[in-house]
């Protein structure tokens, strides 16, 4: 037997190129191993997917149903038709016919009156008053009778270096139809801010009862150059008589005399005289906005505070003459007070 010789070159030589050749076979079998494989891959995918294409084909509009009312969830998909507004329409379904009573003759008069009432109107916008702050301030002050109804209003507006009385009749109308003299002491601003469209915050109230005893704790009031005490000041504003406008006017006069008296009021007789309003008067104004007030009012000199009446027309209401604010001139009259 022949035995190679590992030490022949020749041997040697032969023995290199067969392990390439075989190196080479084999990687060829890989590589055709590996181009199957990737071949049956590629081939079951594009089967698959062609065979789910096949079980849902894409519908054409022509083929869309138009009995059926849908078509699942892969056709909306697709395809959505837009309906022409009559078959929109038409595919609504009406609901059942609801029975209802037949109106009664007096549901056909509402109806009718509601139909033919005008519009009702927003509210008037309220001008607001001063809060007693920056010399600016605003006062509802009212004499009540013995049953606690107004029986005089009058409102003072104090302006810095200025102040107006505005004198308004307890038998004026507010827009709820009703005077001034059916409101109870608690109703006062509220009827104060309807008739006049200010938004008062304070008020203060005497009983007419408690006139006569404040009256004469202050002093003497002069009133048109005469000098009215306690019981001749109560006679003075009764003499008005029935005539709600003239004892309107002559309470701001009362309460005019009062502002021009607290300059000359010595330091005891200003004591007793608080002593005696405050026992006497009602008032939501705090003890600090009372003193500001009263320091205000007292710096006034008489040519700096003014009496105004509050411009009404006179109509009768059940037999009785009231007034009504005369609008255009209420209206110039408050801008003038609350807007210059």
Known sequence: MHKSDPSNPAEKKKTSVVATLGFIALSLLFVFAAAQMIGGVLHREFSGNETALEATPAPTAEALPTDTP??????????????APEAALASITPEPARSTPSPTPAQDAATAAASTAPAATPAQPQMRAASFEDGRMDLVI?????????????????????????????????ADGKPLSSCSRAQLLGAARGLLAVQYEKYAVIERASLQRCADAIGPLTIGGKEYDGAALLDYLQGSGGDALLRAERFAAMLEGLANRLDSLSLLRMLTAKNALQAAVKANIREAEGWRLYHAVRNLTEAEISRRTLPVNSLQRHGRRCYAPDEPLTEKLLDELYNS
């Open 70 to 83: 849908s078509q699942g969830a892969a056709d909306a998909v697709v395809a959505i038709r837009t309906p």
């Open 142 to 174: 009212a004499m009540v009778d013995d049953k606690g109804f107004a029986d005089c209003l009058c409102v003072l507006a104090l302006r810095e270096n200025r102040a107006t009385l505005l004198a308004v009749p307890a038998n004026t109308l507010g």
